[in-house]
């Protein structure tokens, strides 16, 4: 499938709401035609190099449009692909494109993995301050995955595994080293807290 490009120094997730802002000409344009035409777009991830991956999305809603062409826009993430090839820019455009092959997706997850992965889910939103109510038969991998503390690397290799399964043991796994860390960090802040009040300690008797 060829589709035009948006590189972002951001992972959009499959299934994920994402809001932007379209400022460049370039851009601008690109979503003119996505308007226009009812197609996707594919977002790129961009490290500091374009990194060969990214997520189809489309358009779902404009929110505002500025008197100067800005945009300000609600999208939805599809499906991830690996970038074939890089026309830049597309003939006859001002924005880039190319060829994507989408990644394969299995969603089979057990039970207990499942379960797993809430549990620790839970604990960590909770420990970042993240409250909100969501159902745990809908949560998946990429629900809360910009959430809990990765790196955009970390991101980028979440959205390269092709399994359910094997992106909710790289997120177990991720709990189980950050929680112990940030449970850590937290216990040091009132350590410091305690230690910038006045003690009142009865002397000792010898």
């Given at each position: 499938?060829?589709?035009?490009?948006?590189?972002?120094?951001?992972?959009a997730f499959p299934g994920e709401e994402l809001n932007l802002h379209i400022f460049e000409p370039r851009y601008q344009e690109l979503l003119a035609d996505v308007e226009e035409n009812k197609t996707s777009f594919g977002i790129c991830v961009f490290t500091n190099q374009l990194s060969g991956y990214g997520t189809e999305v489309i358009l779902e809603k404009i929110n505002k449009r500025y008197d100067d062409g800005r945009l300000d826009i609600q999208t939805r993430g599809l499906r991830a692909f690996k970038i074939l090839t890089f026309d830049n820019p597309m003939r006859g455009k001002l924005y880039s494109g190319g060829k994507v092959d989408f990644l394969k997706d299995d969603p089979k997850i057990t039970d207990v993995q499942h379960h797993e992965f809430i549990f620790y889910l839970k604990e960590m939103l909770h420990l970042l301050n993240f409250e909100v109510?969501?159902?745990h038969l809908l949560v998946n991998s990429f629900t809360?995955?910009?959430?809990?503390g990765l790196r955009l690397e970390e991101e980028l290799e979440l959205l390269q595994m092709e399994s359910e399964s094997e992106r909710t043991n790289f997120l177990i796994n991720h709990f189980k080293r950050m929680i112990p860390v940030i449970k850590a960090v937290e216990s040091a802040k009132e350590k410091i807290k305690?230690?910038?009040?006045?003690k009142y300690l009865d002397p000792l008797n010898f």
């Open positions: 499938m060829y589709l035009p490009f948006f590189p972002l120094k951001l992972v109510e969501y159902d809360f995955a910009h959430k809990v305690l230690n910038g009040h006045h």
